[in-house]
């Protein structure tokens, strides 16, 4: 699937966030549409991240010229690995979607993120905090009572800078100090109240190694990540709307460095009833090895879903059907697996496996002749023709004799002629 526009009519997709882009094109606010999906590379993609990738890639494809970058949030190197970046690219290949040469890392950023602190801190935004982790979330404050400001608050600029400095070159050990944004510690979102922006992290990159000995947080380095490749509309769910304020200050605060002001939209995740949606309890499962690894078929990450015979055009159909609101709700798995029916129904082909056959002798037919019948390959696709099935006087004798040399066979095929998962022919009558 290219980023080509869709040809569907508008009408059939159209929900807030398509209402918001729509309008922004029609009032000359942007000329083009730059949406982004950006993984943590932390594992594998499931079910609820698919329902991110259709609507950011889809949005693109929908819009003349629109764009949609893959963009890894790369911020935490104790949690990331290599091979999730790897199974999160393929994941979004097989679904249908590519972004062609908008590959992103974080870290591509990370001479700038840390270019973007010094001019915080030298424009009095931004100072490094000796407090430990604890004594900063004891002063943090609450729902009810305002934070606490830190006896560090006010240290000229020239000594954080100086701090920073050598938190860079590893002269000082994890948790001695922080830096802090100064926002307000009076501010009822407690997100606002000086978060911490960078930390010391003594932990090799995927990606840099051991270069840095400080990495940025998420939430100073997923905004400015956004304003650096231009997006217009940042799309996310809505635990990250309580988050927006810090967004939006990142940004403005360095507007006058930065190639664009990105707009945070937020809708409600993929909730599926009896189905878990964390990847730190996926990570448990694999790690004990209650399963066999992150595309195990009882798994719901994306892997999992094809091993189990899900196809891409079936789940991209679930996530049109859900549809996108700002309402966190549940939806029944039935709705999935009804989705996947409706596609299987009308691409595979019909086949019938005999497991444990029963041998009937027909003694009134001729002995050693046979003759064929023919059977449609798909009621629903007429292009899929028929098939001759062959009628013999030992009915599902050859059943009993061949099953093991049929199945061994069948799996020699090449994965796209054999069809379907759920659907595969393991032995023909």
Not at 321 to 329: A, E, P, Q, R, V
Request: proline share 7%; aromatic share 10%.
């Amino acid at each position: 699937m290219s980023n080509e526009p869709s040809t569907e009519p508008a009408a059939k997709r159209l929900d807030f966030i398509r209402q918001i882009v729509a309008d922004d094109l029609a009032a000359g606010k942007h000329e083009t549409t730059v949406t982004r999906f950006p993984p943590e590379p932390n594992g594998y993609l499931h079910i609820g991240h698919a329902k991110s990738i259709c609507l950011n890639f889809g949005i693109a494809q929908e819009v003349p010229g629109g764009v949609c970058h893959l963009r890894f949030d790369d911020t935490n190197p104790t949690k990331e690995e290599t091979e999730y970046v790897e199974s999160i690219m393929a994941d979004i290949r097989w679904l249908g979607f590519d972004w062609g040469d908008k590959l992103f890392f974080a870290s591509d950023y990370f001479d700038q993120l840390y270019a973007f602190a010094v001019h915080l801190i030298e424009s009095g935004k931004a100072y490094v905090d000796e407090q430990t982790p604890d004594q900063i979330r004891a002063t943090r404050g609450t729902l009810t009572e305002p934070g606490t400001p830190s006896p560090y608050r006010d240290r000229p600029a020239a000594e954080s800078l100086a701090l920073f400095e050598k938190m860079k070159a590893g002269e000082l050990a994890e948790g001695a100090c922080v830096l802090r944004a100064k926002i307000d510690m009076a501010s009822p979102n407690l997100n606002m109240r000086d978060p911490v922006i960078y930390r010391i992290l003594r932990q090799p990159h995927h990606r840099t190694g051991d270069k840095w000995n400080i990495y940025p947080m998420y939430d100073y380095a997923h905004p400015l990540s956004d304003a650096l490749e231009s997006i217009t509309h940042s799309l996310c769910t809505l635990e990250f709307e309580n988050h927006r304020p810090l967004y939006d200050w990142c940004v403005e605060a360095l507007a006058d460095q930065l190639p664009a002001r990105p707009r945070q939209i937020e809708f409600a995740r993929l909730g599926l009833n009896y189905t878990v949606m964390s990847k730190r309890k996926f990570l448990q499962l694999v790690n004990e090895k209650h399963v066999s690894g992150w595309d195990d078929p009882r798994m719901p990450t994306i892997s999992g879903l094809r091993r189990r015979g899900y196809t891409p055009e079936s789940i991209r159909n679930f996530c049109a059907t859900i549809g996108i609101t700002k309402f966190n709700s549940v939806t029944d798995i039935a709705l999935l697996e009804h989705a996947a029916r409706e596609h299987l129904n009308a691409v595979a082909a019909r086949r019938l496996a005999v497991l444990n056959p029963l041998k009937v002798v027909i003694t009134k037919y001729p002995e050693g002749e046979s003759e064929e019948f023919e059977a449609v390959n798909n009621p629903e696709d007429e292009a899929a023709g028929t098939r001759q099935i062959p009628f013999y006087r030992e009915l599902l004798s050859s059943a009993t004799t061949s099953w093991k040399t049929c199945r061994r066979n069948f799996f020699r095929l090449a994965p796209a002629k054999r069809g379907p998962a759920p659907l595969r022919l393991l032995h023909h009558l």
